[in-house]
């Protein structure tokens, strides 16, 4: 918990400190480039003293004390925090502004920060679907603060992975040695940020799955009555939580439980009894009911309407296969600094495979990530997926902690082989220092194409940060004033549908239809509502249309914000086309005018929107 509060108070002092200066916009100047590589420096440098520090006490027989290790939380949060923080600090929204999938993760934040109630993203009255624990917390933390979802999505997405990192770092500091955690919880959480931040709630999950695939490894591979349920009960509370977060990357970290607890359990039958074999299967049911008890804090109101007999459709979820998916990712061949780390992390798990349950544990998550890639490539012939793609983060994360203890070690075998000479071991240190500074001096470079995004999509305030001239979006506050005006209601109280799905980003209405089906709550009927939008398009009277809304067998829309064209009211929707790559066709459905010239509906026009709502 101090740690937690550490990294919270370091992250928020970072972001406001950098909200008060002017700064230059990141893809227009090298400004904030400069900056950010200042202080990432000056955090790892702090990181690199801690170590040494802690090193230097254990060889003099000495204590180390008790500031290293809240020095070494404010460093690691101070470094997440100027990696992401410096690189955005000059417009309001976070990676990839709030386009493609960051629209429906703000739109979710946006519902969550309006009501602490576990509601779907879009959908009115259905519970919802995707797991909702970052959100929510999310919108609360924005609540306190008194900020829109969409004003608090950068700071929050911020904090929160600083925390993650934090807490991972907690956790490795108590499995290992201290001065090896600190190198580990650095090694991972630089990859997490470079590979995994601009999904934000994903990466709150990756940083601290390493050190607890480390921890349930050790509660499962254990003499029979030697104690470990402690780690047992901890690896089922991060399990529960990451169902509360992300539903992915659970059943990744589930499985590679359940292989470890079989593994377990075939390595004490071998060296014991049957009945020493059936501790390990033991331990994984505690476990599995340890996290499903946790999960349900989100899932419960979702597995209740669906028992309850709610219709609900297979959903589209897992239509997607972008060609990271239809190959093994092998990091540790590029020609990288990565790809370095990668195969030094290779070499280590495979010479200590034998002898070092951490080398057992992160093998096993490897192992376990390329089977995952395999089961989804072999899912494709029955017509689905598992998004294997989504846990490339995940290995590299898994290969850098193991390449920051294979540096270590290797870099022991080489002081051995040239008898502790003070010159290599300062070459060692000098080398490994370089390679640090020039991978994260790059992270805002591989992550420029999100960052150029957050800078040029406008925000909820009508502004573009790179002062060119807004989209659309700046006209969302007049159509939601002409919305309010027009039905007298609040927005968490009407329906609209739109092709501009983005207006649910900052503004809290329900929708009748999303963008697309790969992001819809099951039971909301995505297809069949898509079939009502095209027979409403097709009414031939303003009757018919009131009629058609009337008999819908879902809340009907409120309001229609459309666009206008030459042939009338239009608005894109989105269709699975999958196995194709691109996997959405978006395609027009036009409405026309003539079907809202009635005294029963109140159309005003709003810059390129017509907002047509029903009285």
Not at 386 to 409: D, S, T
Not at 418 to 425: A, D, G, K, M
Request: proline residues 6%.
């Amino acid at each position: 918990m101090a740690a937690v509060v550490v990294a919270a108070v370091v992250a928020a002092a970072g972001l406001f400190a950098f909200a008060q200066i002017s700064w230059p916009a990141f893809p227009s100047s090298n400004v904030l480039q400069a900056v950010t590589t200042a202080a990432q420096v000056v955090t790892l440098a702090v990181l690199a003293f801690v170590v040494w520090w802690i090193r230097r006490s254990r060889r003099l027989g000495r204590r180390a004390g008790w500031w290293p290790k809240p020095l070494a939380w404010a460093s690691l949060s101070g470094f997440v925090t100027a990696s992401l923080g410096l690189p955005l600090a000059a417009t309001t929204l976070y990676l990839h502004g709030v386009s493609v999938d960051q629209e429906f993760r703000t739109q979710y934040l946006t519902r969550l920060t309006d009501s602490a109630a576990l509601r779907d993203m879009t959908y009115a009255d259905l519970p919802p679907y995707y797991p909702a624990g970052w959100f929510w917390l999310g919108g609360r933390v924005a609540s306190v603060l008194g900020l829109d979802g969409w004003e608090a999505f950068k700071p929050y997405s911020i904090g929160s992975i600083a925390v993650a990192a934090v807490v991972a770092l907690v956790l490795w500091m108590r499995l290992v040695r201290t001065d090896l955690g600190v190198l580990a919880a650095v090694a991972t959480t630089a990859v997490t940020v470079t590979f995994a931040s601009p999904e934000a709630y994903g990466a709150v999950v990756i940083v601290v799955a390493i050190p607890a695939l480390v921890l349930a490894w050790g509660a499962l591979r254990r003499p029979p009555g030697r104690g470990g349920w402690g780690a047992v009960v901890g690896t089922g509370l991060f399990l529960g939580a990451a169902a509360t977060v992300y539903t992915l990357y659970l059943g990744w970290a589930a499985f590679t439980v359940v292989v470890m607890g079989l593994i377990a359990a075939i390595l004490a039958y071998r060296s014991g009894t049957r009945r020493d074999a059936l501790e390990p299967l033991l331990r994984v049911a505690v476990i599995a009911a340890v996290s499903g008890l946790v999960a349900l804090t989100a899932w419960l109101p979702y597995l209740v309407a669906v028992v309850g007999g709610t219709p609900a459709e297979s959903g589209t979820a897992l239509h997607y296969l972008p060609e990271a998916a239809a190959t093994l990712p092998l990091p540790m061949v590029d020609f990288s600094l990565t790809g370095a780390l990668c195969l030094i992390g290779t070499l280590w798990l495979v010479t200590r495979a034998a002898t070092s349950r951490r080398a057992q544990a992160l093998g096993l998550g490897v192992v376990t990530v390329y089977a995952w890639y395999l089961l989804s490539m072999v899912a494709t012939v029955l017509g689905t997926t598992l998004l294997a793609f989504r846990l490339e983060p995940v290995l590299l994360a898994l290969l850098a902690a193991a390449g920051a203890f294979g540096v270590v070690e290797f870099g022991r075998w080489i002081l051995l082989a040239t008898s502790e000479s003070p010159r290599v071991r300062a070459s060692i240190v000098a080398i490994v220092a370089v390679c640090a500074v020039a991978f994260v001096q790059d992270v805002p470079k591989f992550l420029g194409t999100d960052i150029a995004i957050a800078y040029s999509d406008t925000d909820g305030n009508g502004e573009r940060a790179d002062r060119r001239p807004p989209s659309s979006v700046a006209y969302y506050d007049d159509v939601d004033a002409a919305i309010r005006e027009s039905t007298g209601r609040p927005a968490d109280d009407t329906v609209v549908l739109t092709g501009d799905t983005s207006l649910m980003s900052f503004h809290p209405y329900w929708g009748f239809l999303g963008r697309t089906s790969h992001y819809a709550n099951p039971l909301a009927e995505y297809d069949a509502r898509r079939e009502a939008v095209h027979s409403w398009a097709e009414s031939e009277s303003a009757d018919e249309l009131l009629d058609a809304l009337a008999g819908a067998p879902w809340r009907a829309p409120d309001v229609f914000v459309l666009r206008e064209s030459a042939d009338g009211y239009t608005l894109r929707l989105g269709e699975d086309v999958y196995p194709n790559d691109p996997n959405v066709r978006m395609y027009q459905v036009t409405f026309p005018a003539a079907l809202f010239d009635d005294p029963r509906f109140d159309v005003q026009k709003v810059g390129p929107f017509v907002v047509a709502a029903v009285r």
